[in-house]
């Protein structure tokens, strides 16, 4: 099955096109040494459509498919798996696509069983992240949260937390590692609140609140500290009217509107929350949050101009609209939101574009000096040439080139056995080379990414370009 060789469409093709074997390889070829103390599994999500897309396809549409590579004793397993949500199974046993997607028309998934007001498949495609032993694979519009087995990466189903949960659930959960707790945020497209809530360590929901917003928000991720949780209301949102008008969803960013985070306690309730305001952006992604003193620190990536159609010329055809839509232009910023004067002090760290960031996990909520993003290429096709490694305290970066033709995706940080030092560890990134279609797994040295790398592991097909991945570090899962 190679429909997307058929297509025009460029995310069904090249770099991006769809696989369609699900398998296992053990024994896989290095190029250099894996170091025998990485231990776990490196996994990443991403759009891969199983049918031939109903309609014109948006590279967010595509069922989720997880690659994972496990490591132990320096040696490497790959396998890859998608994900079988409700909707997948549906069409599965249609034999066919049964929804349209973003840039469809919302009318065509009318006889859709709709995902709570969201005429959209929920796919589960975005994110991933480890918390209490489970793998948890979420979606961007807010979804189901699928349990995965992170060995064989077999679908166990929809996660209810023992029946504890009363909500769908955005993607970018954030698992505080030393806490064992994991904190998750909810919205509705026509709702005035985020819901917010706290899974613990019993594996169950303890902490659900409603936080008031002027009308419906869409953000995409929050922040923690060790004692607080940064919700976002962004000025990127949907008009209503013009979504009824259109038959679509149409983002439209008001630049008349504030940014606002708003700052409760980690069990605090929706009423205790306290709004910082400061200048209109929107923000995919966060990397951390601490507390210093009075202050709330939060460093992420921001996008002062999320409206994508503003680059368009006027003889644009459908796509280059689809290829602005999904053009990102951050760079990586810092907050402070002093909790005794209420003032937003913002500014930014970096001019560099790039996204996708990650850091050591352990160090989530706490002070951190490092994180690890991808850099954009110069088109508008949102790939990633190289992996910028930034010390925000000595205000430095360096940079891991993947190389001509080469993409690299999310890259996850590893932390050594005994580790004390941040950024003592280990980074791991798919790069996929479009030239030949051929892809690996690239290992760094986070204390000297642009050396040469530690190994590279040669897989046995291509792994298309993705989201979101996650470190599963092996004592995590096995004890
Ligand atoms: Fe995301």
């Known amino acids: 099955m190679n429909y997307a060789l058929e297509s025009a469409n460029p995310y069904l093709l090249g770099p991006y096109a769809p696989v369609f074997k699900e398998i296992v390889t053990t024994d896989l070829k290095v190029i250099g040494e894996i170091p025998k103390d990485i231990h776990g599994v490196y996994v990443r999500n991403g759009p891969n459509p199983k049918f031939e897309p109903k309609g014109h396809y948006h590279w967010f549409d595509g069922d989720a498919m997880l690659h ?8 490497a397993t790959y396998r890859n798996r998608w994900i079988r949500t409700k909707n997948f199974i549906e069409e599965e046993q249609a034999g066919e696509s049964l929804w349209q997607g973003l840039m469809g028309r919302l009318s065509a998934n009318m006889d859709r069983p709709w995902n709570r007001g969201v005429p959209l498949k929920d796919t589960a495609n975005t994110a991933v992240a480890f918390h209490n032993g489970k793998l948890l694979a979420g979606w961007y519009m807010c979804g189901d949260l699928y349990a995965i087995d992170p060995i064989t990466l077999d679908t166990k189903g929809v996660e209810t937390f023992h029946d504890t949960l009363d909500a769908k659930v ?3 959960v954030k698992v505080d590692e030393q806490a064992n707790e994991m904190m998750f945020f909810d919205y509705e497209l026509t709702a005035s609140y985020l819901a917010y809530g706290v899974v613990n360590g019993t594996g169950k929901v303890k902490h659900f609140t409603k936080v008031k917003t002027p009308g419906p928000r869409i953000p995409h991720d929050m922040a923690i ?23 679509r969803a149409v983002p439209v960013f008001r630049k008349d509107l504030p940014s606002r985070f708003g700052i409760l306690p980690r069990y605090g309730d929706g009423s205790e929350v306290r709004w910082f305001e400061a200048k209109p952006c929107y923000i995919y992604h966060t990397i951390n949050a601490w507390e210093e003193g009075d202050e709330i620190i939060m460093d992420c990536c921001i996008n002062p101009e999320p409206t994508p159609q503003q680059k368009l010329k006027p003889n644009a055809t459908k796509m280059d609209k689809l290829n602005a839509y999904l053009r ?17 002090k913002e500014y930014p760290l970096d001019d560099r574009k790039t996204e996708f960031p990650m850091m050591n996990s352990r160090f989530l909520g706490r002070k951190s000096q490092y994180a690890y993003n991808q850099h954009f290429d110069l088109s ?13 305290e000595k205000q430095s970066a360096e940079t891991y ?29 798919f790069v996929t080379d479009e030239r030949d279609g051929q892809s690996e797994v690239v290992i760094l040295d986070a204390q000297n990414i642009a050396g040469k790398p530690l190994a590279r592991i040669v897989l046995p097909q291509r792994v298309p370009l993705g989201f979101h991945a996650c470190w599963v570090d092996g004592d995590r899962l096995f004890k």
């Open 170 to 172: 955005m993607a970018h």
């Open 380 to 392: 508008e096709k949102l790939r990633f040439d190289g992996l910028v490694k930034y010390d925000t």
């Open 225 to 247: 500290t060790e004692n607080y949780s940064v919700l976002m209301d962004l000025p990127l949102i949907y008009d209503l009217e013009l979504m009824a008008k259109r038959g």
């Open 328 to 344: 990102l232009e951050a760079f990586l910023y810092r907050y402070h939101f002093n909790l005794k004067t209420g003032e937003t």
């Open 401 to 429: 080139w993947y190389g001509e033709g080469r993409f690299g995706s999310e890259a996850p940080f590893i932390p050594k056995k005994n580790a004390i030092a941040e950024d003592d560890g280990y980074l791991v990134s």
């Open 68 to 75: 994972a590579v496990q490591f132990e004793d320096g040696k």
